[in-house]
């Protein structure tokens, strides 16, 4: 089994940041790609940003120039530094992960329960 586990969201006012984490465990054999996804009520799930075992980044274009997606490959946790937060960016966010598990070697994707982001005055 593989879990994916979200911690660091909460209340923050327009202007502030907040730090995401995902740490994966269980029965892995090598992680490839990880990432954090955004749903907001009523609206599709989106890209924020993912990042491969090498460093290569991608981001979402509501992301750009504020958000950094990093890695520990060692801890299997990825992290998303969000400043100069929104009321547009209130949505849960979904951490993601392309992975080997040691049972099926072949690569497939686990998804984190969520944990919710409220950007309000």
């Known amino acids: 089994q593989v879990q994916l586990v979200e911690s660091g969201g909460g209340l923050v006012q327009p202007g502030g940041s907040l730090r995401l984490s995902c740490a994966a465990s269980?029965?892995?054999?090598?992680?490839?790609?990880m990432g954090w996804y955004r749903q907001a009520p009523g609206e599709q799930r989106e890209l924020v940003a993912t990042?491969?075992?090498?460093?290569?980044?991608n981001y979402g274009d509501s992301a750009k120039g504020r958000f950094t997606i990093s890695r520990d490959n060692a801890k299997n946790t990825v992290y998303l530094q969000m400043n100069s937060l929104k009321p547009k960016d209130t949505a849960v966010y979904y951490c993601?992960?392309?992975?080997?598990?040691?049972?099926?070697?072949?690569?497939?994707?686990?998804w984190g329960q969520g944990t919710q982001v409220t950007v309000s005055s």
């Open positions: 993601n992960a392309v992975l080997r598990s040691t049972t099926l070697l072949r690569l497939e994707g686990y």
């Open positions: 269980g029965s892995i054999f090598s992680i490839n790609t």
């Open positions: 990042i491969l075992s090498g460093g290569s980044t």
